[in-house]
């Protein structure tokens, strides 16, 4: 049992370093992801088992990316209509990538459903509200909270102030109310 699960640890973390090696601002990102995740996992009081698959989940919410061209991934610009669908495309992916290890099922739902949103208009599967896995939903808010607070090669970040304003404002329509009330709830604790 020890030795399937370093195997699979080793396959993960080999992944996760072909994804950095793609992308650098990827490690940071994926670590500032984990970090808020779990804060919002301890202000919903969720299980230490739940707090464990939500870190990895986070880990491994991007994974998919290792299957997007670079070309795509580093633009500087907006991406086309054409390019975004294939950005898109990263979510299933990495739920392929990772439900090929028949324990992580519950981990590559949560990294297929990442980018669904509450009112349905999400993608890949058009889930909304509870439909979409707790995990995902939590995600959904620390990398959204993440994108907007860091510059990308495509965007200036926004101030910390700012982004609280547009998490309110994508509440009920993006994010689950709940998760960024709680989320925003640990952004005033933070200073």
């Not at 399937?4 to 994804?19: A, D, P, T, V």
């Not at 992308?23 to 940071?28: F, S």
């Not at 996992?41 to 491994?60: H, M, N």
């Not at 028949?102 to 980018?115: D, I, R, Y």
């Amino acid at each position: 049992l020890l030795e399937k699960k370093s195997i699979r640890s080793s396959i993960m973390e080999s992944l996760k370093k072909s994804l950095e090696e793609k992308n650098m601002e990827t490690n940071e990102h994926t670590e500032r992801v984990a970090k808020y995740a779990l804060e919002i996992g301890k202000k919903l009081r969720l299980k230490i088992s739940d707090l464990d698959e939500l870190t990895l989940v986070a880990s491994l919410h991007d994974i998919g990316k290792i299957g997007v061209n670079e070309d795509i991934l580093l633009k500087p610009g907006k991406l086309t209509k054409e390019e975004f669908e294939i950005m898109k495309t990263h979510t299933e992916k990495g739920y392929r990538i990772i439900n090929a290890s028949s324990e992580l099922g519950n981990v590559a739902k949560c990294v297929l459903t990442h980018h669904e949103k509450w009112d349905g208009t999400g993608y890949p599967l058009g889930l909304k509200k509870e439909e979409i896995p707790l995990i995902a939903r939590i995600i959904n808010v620390a990398d959204s909270y993440d994108v907007m607070t860091n510059d990308r090669v495509y965007k200036k970040a926004i101030s910390k102030e700012e982004a609280i304003v547009e998490l309110k404002r994508c509440s009920g329509i993006q994010f689950d109310p709940k998760i960024v009330e709680r989320f925003i709830d640990y952004l005033h604790d933070e200073t």
